[in-house]
């Protein structure tokens, strides 16, 4: 899935929420939420898929330290 893709349906499941809608229609299917913390998950999820295509994948941190050995 695109970065494109995945922004296009958290915009779809933000709308909806906000609407008070639990069913979207993504790409042809159609997803009914049971909840409101299900869509709210679902949302989450996508945003934090989003935040880690925008990085490039994870970053890593190198800590060094020294000391003069007393």
Not at 56 to 65: A, V
Request: hydrophobic residues 45%; positive net charge; proline residues 0%.
């Amino acid at each position: 899935m695109t970065l494109e893709e995945m922004i296009a349906q958290r915009d779809v499941l933000l709308a909806a929420r906000f609407r008070g809608v639990r069913t979207v229609e993504i790409e042809g299917r159609r997803v009914t939420y049971a909840t409101d913390a299900e869509m709210a998950a679902a949302i989450t999820d996508l945003e934090r898929r989003i935040a880690a295509a925008g990085e490039g994948g994870r970053r890593r941190r190198i800590l060094t330290s020294a000391s003069k050995g007393l």
